[in-house]
T-cell receptor, first 115, second 114 residues
Framework: DAGVIQSPRHEVTEMGQEVTLRCKPI?????LFWYRQTMMRGLELLIY????????DSGMPEDRFSAKMPNASFSTLKIQPSEPRDSAVYFC?????????????FGPGTRLTVL | AQKITQTQPGMFVQEKEAVTLDCTYD???????LFWYKQPSSGEMIFLIY??????QNATEGRYSLNFQKARKSANLVISASQLGDSAMYFC???????????FGTGTRLKVLA
């Protein structure tokens, strides 16, 4: 079975450019999470979807960040315009049902560098 | 709101010895789940073990066991017979029935010495 798929794996861009990160959750999973990991702030939850609906976006840092889940098999996280402080590893994770007993399955992450 | 505290930024252990990584949590929700993940230097997040708040027994998965002390709100990870490949960051996380969000601790970096 394929795990959570993220693309690109690495992204280098210049300040001010738009960045789009993509995620394909495990087939059949109905909850999807976006995280950001930095040395300074650790692993932060940005937003979480259940059945393609955003449930909690309180972790989205500011209006420059937006996330969508148009269907059960695809989600995007967009940063526009990007800034150097957005440099981090962005993880996508999915769970089967959204219950507290669910294990989160993480993708390999996208390492974003904003120059 | 729930919270996870991992007080050990770094730990060393000799190969083949056991090591305990500390995790304390805070939540007012009686129904919650506790997780441990491993993040090697390659960066992926690997699920290790799960403990539910109503589970009567401590969880075990191979060389991993969870020392769950509910009254103390602690969920320490015990790795037995450490191997060089256990060198990694280890994260404790909690999720509750109230929010279904996973809150992660700051992690403990474990180094296994040959």
């Amino acid at each position: 079975d394929a795990g959570v798929i993220q693309s690109p794996r690495h992204e280098v861009t210049e300040m001010g450019q738009e960045v789009t990160l993509r995620c394909k959750p495990i087939s059949g999973h109905n909850s999807l999470f976006w995280y950001r990991q930095t040395m300074m702030r650790g692993l932060e939850l940005l937003i979480y979807f259940n059945n393609n609906v955003p449930i909690d976006d309180s972790g989205m840092p500011e209006d420059r960040f937006s996330a969508k889940m148009p269907n059960a098999s695809f989600s995007t996280l967009k940063i526009q315009p990007s800034e150097p402080r957005d440099s981090a590893v962005y993880f996508c994770a999915s769970t089967p049902t959204g219950r507290i007993t669910d294990t989160q399955y993480f993708g390999p992450g996208t390492r974003l560098t904003v120059l | 709101a729930q919270k996870i505290t991992q007080t050990q930024p770094g730990m060393f252990v000799q190969e083949k010895e056991a090591v305990t990584l500390d995790c304390t949590y805070d939540t007012s929700d009686p129904s919650y789940g506790l997780f441990w993940y491993k993040q090697p230097s390659s960066g992926e997040m690997i699920f290790l073990i799960y403990q539910g708040s109503y589970d009567q027994q401590n969880a075990t998965e191979g060389r991993y066991s969870l020392n769950f002390q509910k009254a103390r709100k602690s969920a320490n990870l015990v790795i037995s017979a450490s191997q060089l490949g256990d060198s990694a960051m280890y994260f404790c996380a909690i999720t509750t029935s109230g929010t279904y969000k996973y809150i992660f601790g700051t992690g403990t970096r474990l180094k296994v010495l040959a």
